[in-house]
């Protein structure tokens, strides 16, 4: 069985991927896929292996606070189907419910969020 923190690790790959894809707006509105966004930072080696390996490049951790209507569900959902639960998720690891129900419901996802995938475009060698 796949733990929480597998299943945050491969949706933290998944919008590093969408942002690289050029996904306007790509904004981390879950709080515990957060948590293990800064558990990886605290490991640069394997931190820029994994954005490598996801994204291509290394993606940074950058302050945007913000909240409302988290609008690249779109294209996440067209690329990887459904979210997973642990998006509702709080820093503990404790399910949303009700706004996870919402977004199941309804399509949409409303959130606020303190950080943002940066991407350095890469410059060509030569």
């Not at 790509?26 to 930072?41: A, E, F, G, N, Q």
């Not at 302050?63 to 959902?77: K, N």
Request: with cysteine; glycine share 8%; aromatic share 10%.
């Amino acid at each position: 069985m796949t733990t929480l923190k597998e299943r945050a690790t491969v949706e933290l790959g998944r919008i590093f991927e969408l942002a690289t894809d050029g996904v306007e707006n790509v904004t981390m509105p879950s709080r515990y896929i957060d948590s293990v966004w800064h558990d990886m930072l605290k490991e640069p080696a394997s931190y820029e292996a994994f954005c490598k390996r996801v994204a291509g490049v290394v993606v940074e951790h950058t302050p945007a606070q913000g909240e409302g209507e988290i609008t690249w569900v779109s294209s996440y959902e067209e690329k990887f189907g459904k979210l997973d639960s642990v998006w509702f998720t709080d820093e503990h690891g404790v399910l949303d419910n009700n706004l996870y129900e919402t977004y199941l419901e309804t399509g949409h996802v409303r959130a606020s969020w303190d950080c943002t995938p940066g991407i350095t475009p890469v410059e060509n060698e030569g």
